[in-house]
């Protein structure tokens, strides 16, 4: 059993968004093994409620409030200093206090950040072993907003992208190895850091098929109407709002033209403006909830679970939840290429409106072949996303590093890693995101 310090960049409870459901499970396993001791943010004042069972689940708990505002505002120090945005966004006097009197205090043998912006945190600790989950690649993703957006917020995301890969690249270095959530993700980081290449792997996100379980009893929350659309998500995450946006513009009208009862539920909390418009107009056939409890009852019962996701690489939390719930799933065909899963056996890919709207009127009008589809889901998730066995990749790297191994190749023990950037936080209110939905 090691002593590990734990840094992800959101409280890792409760498990109800897509960042927070990987390091949700990371804490779980590691907490099995080792002493935890988890220095993290709270950004959301709901979930303080649930801060007496995170600090159960650990040997230590450094829970911070944020303010996203106030955090905006201080970001915005990094224009000056030259760096990334979100680096000042996650920047706290108070928890680089208590990182270092745990490290000095606790004996920690090694630290797992979550997430580029808390690998600050270990820069005044270079001879402490560190692991990073990146996740994905964040900086590819500030890149690729830019040209949606106009001026100033394009030219910001581009510079957000430009500042954070080089950040990313230093922290890389720093680290002993750094992990992706697919190895596609793994591969284009290889491509955009080359120096880092032989200490970057991949692990990919997985699904609790118990807890998604559609054996178990959930009351529709539709009431009467025909088994509707479904998309899932954090509502104020940019990826997750373009994509019901663009829904609810080039495919649902035409779905709704031969089924005019068809509606489409976006489920999921903090909707942004652009989303609860959608829901403005009762003729569009949108429905927004906002947060709610539980998402299964409304996973069980939806007629077909879509993930028209524009922006988003890899594997989503969303599609697995669903597939574990044995829905029939239309997903985006750059999601579907990331997954252990055959479109057109376990899920549907789509691009186009086109295909997205034969994809859904095929399932619609063919519930067999739907119910068909969800069993082959649900069966695809259990043989392929277990949470344990992807971990335990983890597990090899923190056994040498937290019983003495030397450092990788081209890293002395103890030296420091390059300087690196000025930290900042999010480029205005869509960076408060930055690293997972």
């Not at 201080?74 to 006097?93: D, E, I, K, N, V």
């Not at 745990?102 to 912006?117: N, P, R």
């Not at 957000?160 to 992990?179: K, P």
């Not at 005019?260 to 009762?282: F, K, S, T, Y």
Request: glycine letters at 6%; proline letters at 8%.
């Amino acid at each position: 059993m090691a002593s590990l310090l734990f840094l992800p960049h959101r409280m890792p409870y409760p498990p109800d968004k897509g960042d927070k459901v990987r390091s949700h499970h990371l804490l779980r396993h590691l907490a099995r093994r080792h002493r935890v001791f988890v220095g993290t943010f709270v950004d959301d004042l709901a979930d303080e409620a649930h801060l007496p069972a995170l600090r159960a689940a650990c040997a230590g708990l450094h829970a911070e409030r944020l303010r996203p505002a106030a955090a905006r505002v201080a970001s915005l120090g990094a224009l000056a200093a030259g760096g990334p945005l979100t680096m000042h966004y996650y920047r706290s006097a108070a928890l680089a206090d208590w990182v270092a009197r745990t490290v000095c205090e606790q004996q920690i043998d090694a630290a797992l950040v979550f997430s580029s912006a808390m690998a600050q945190y270990l820069e005044p600790h270079p001879g402490l072993p560190m692991l990073v989950d990146f996740v994905d690649v964040d900086s590819a993703k500030w890149a690729a907003y830019a040209p949606r957006h106009r001026w100033p917020l394009g030219w910001l995301y581009r510079r957000e992208g430009r500042t954070l890969l080089a950040a990313e690249r230093r922290i890389a270095q720093r680290a002993r190895m750094s992990f992706f959530a697919t190895a596609k993700e793994a591969e284009l980081f290889r491509g955009l850091a080359p120096e880092s290449r032989e200490r970057v792997d991949s692990f990919d996100n997985g699904v609790d098929a118990e807890h998604f379980d559609p054996a178990l009893a959930f009351a529709s929350p539709f009431g009467d109407e025909p088994p509707p659309l479904v998309f899932t998500g954090a509502m104020d995450y940019w990826p997750n709002v373009d994509a019901v946006a663009w829904f609810a513009r080039e495919v649902l009208p035409a779905l709704r033209h031969r089924r005019p009862q068809l509606r489409l539920w976006i489920v999921g909390r903090h909707p942004a403006p652009a989303v609860r418009e959608l829901a403005a107009d009762p003729g569009a056939g949108v429905v927004v909830t906002g947060t709610v409890p539980d998402v299964r009852p409304y996973l069980r019962h939806a007629g077909v679970v879509v993930a028209p996701l524009r922006l988003a690489r890899g594997i989503q939390n969303k599609i697995l939840e669903a597939m574990a719930m044995a829905r029939p799933v239309v997903a985006a065909a750059s999601c579907v290429e990331a997954m252990h899963a055959l479109d057109g056996r376990d899920l549907l890919a789509a691009a186009e409106p086109q295909q997205y709207l034969q994809a859904m009127e095929r399932l619609l009008d063919h519930p067999a072949e739907a119910a068909t589809l969800g069993a082959a889901a649900r069966r695809c998730v259990r043989e392929h996303y277990s949470w344990d066995a992807h971990l335990a990749r983890l597990d090899r790297h923190l056994a040498g590093l937290a019983h003495g191994a030397p450092p990788a190749a081209g890293m002395p023990a103890g030296a420091a890693p390059a300087a690196a950037p000025a930290p900042a936080g999010p480029a205005a209110a869509a960076l408060t995101g930055g690293a997972m939905r």
